[in-house]
């Protein structure tokens, strides 16, 4: 039956009863016409001849097996020990990192309190250089101004 011939079948069904008994009856008309429709016979025949043994399983091959699962949790223990051996290893070294940069801070510290040391000795020589010389400047420069003579009495 054409579509057209459906669709006048289904308008005249309206026409006569309500919209719910008429899509009941068009549901149980067949679509097409009943030699292009497929019968289990056919199905089973057709599928058979694709759906084999070697078919099945090809399929199911792509699917894990416990083996397969069992395989893949030995690799991921030995991946979690190796990372754990690797964190391991970089903690060790971040330890001794923290270790030599705490005797840096040692020495810096150690370095920090000699230069104020040096620096306070270092003034101290200033002030006895500059004591040094303004005592033998002073009578210098006196005498040559005539403040003092050469006895050293002011005169």
Request: proline letters at 2%; aromatic letters at 6%; hydrophobic letters at 45%.
């Amino acid at each position: 039956m054409s579509e057209e011939i459906r669709s006048g079948i289904y308008a005249w069904l309206r026409e006569q009863t309500d919209e719910q008994r008429a899509e009941y009856l068009m549901s149980c008309l067949a679509p097409a016409p009943l030699s292009d429709l497929v019968t289990k016979d056919f199905l089973t025949a057709e599928l058979s001849r694709f759906v084999t043994k070697d078919f099945l399983t090809a399929e199911l091959s792509r699917f894990a097996t416990k083996d397969d699962l069992a395989k893949l949790e030995a690799k991921v223990d030995r991946l979690d020990s190796k990372i754990d051996s690797k964190v391991d290893g970089l903690d060790a070294r971040v330890t001794g990192l923290e270790t030599a940069v705490a005797k840096l801070d040692t020495k810096v510290d150690g370095l920090a309190a000699q230069r104020d040391e040096d620096s306070k000795a270092q003034r101290v020589r200033h002030y006895w250089l500059v004591g040094i010389g303004v005592s033998i400047m002073v009578p210098i420069w006196l005498s040559v101004a005539g403040v003092i003579g050469a006895g050293g009495v002011i005169g």
